[in-house]
């Protein structure tokens, strides 16, 4: 079973960045899919970006332009930067997997707060 472990959240304030991380216990590339989601308070989860192991990459449009998502596989690692942050972007960001390409999102890590200020 993949275990994911998020890194990187805080606060900022509005217009400032901030760069998530997550590491995975096995290889990234194992992984048909990895990405990020998120929930606001009141909200429900919601996708925010995520990458194929072929590299495809989907991004929610309220980030498109202001969040990269990237993968360095030697590391395990994937990232989400976000720039330009604004107050409306403000949840609990979790890493996510759906290990076989099948939609099923099954492995979750813990979760990283990011709190933006206006």
């Known amino acids: 079973q993949v275990h994911l472990a998020e890194f990187g959240g805080g606060s900022v304030q509005a217009g400032g960045s901030l760069r998530l991380s997550c590491t995975v216990s096995g290889r990234i590339l194992d992984l048909s899919v990895t990405g990020w989601y998120r929930q606001a308070p009141g909200k429900q989860r919601e996708m925010v970006a995520r990458?194929?192991?072929?590299?495809?990459?989907d991004y929610a449009d309220s980030v498109k332009g202001r969040f990269t998502i990237s993968r360095d596989n030697e590391k395990n690692t994937l990232y989400l930067q976000m720039n330009m942050l604004k107050p409306e972007d403000t949840a609990v960001y979790y890493c996510?997997?759906?290990?076989?390409?099948?939609?099923?999102?099954?492995?979750w890590g813990q979760g990283t707060q990011v709190i933006v200020s206006s």
């Open positions: 996510a997997a759906d290990p076989n390409g099948t939609h099923r999102w099954n492995a």
């Open positions: 990458l194929t192991v072929g590299e495809r990459i």
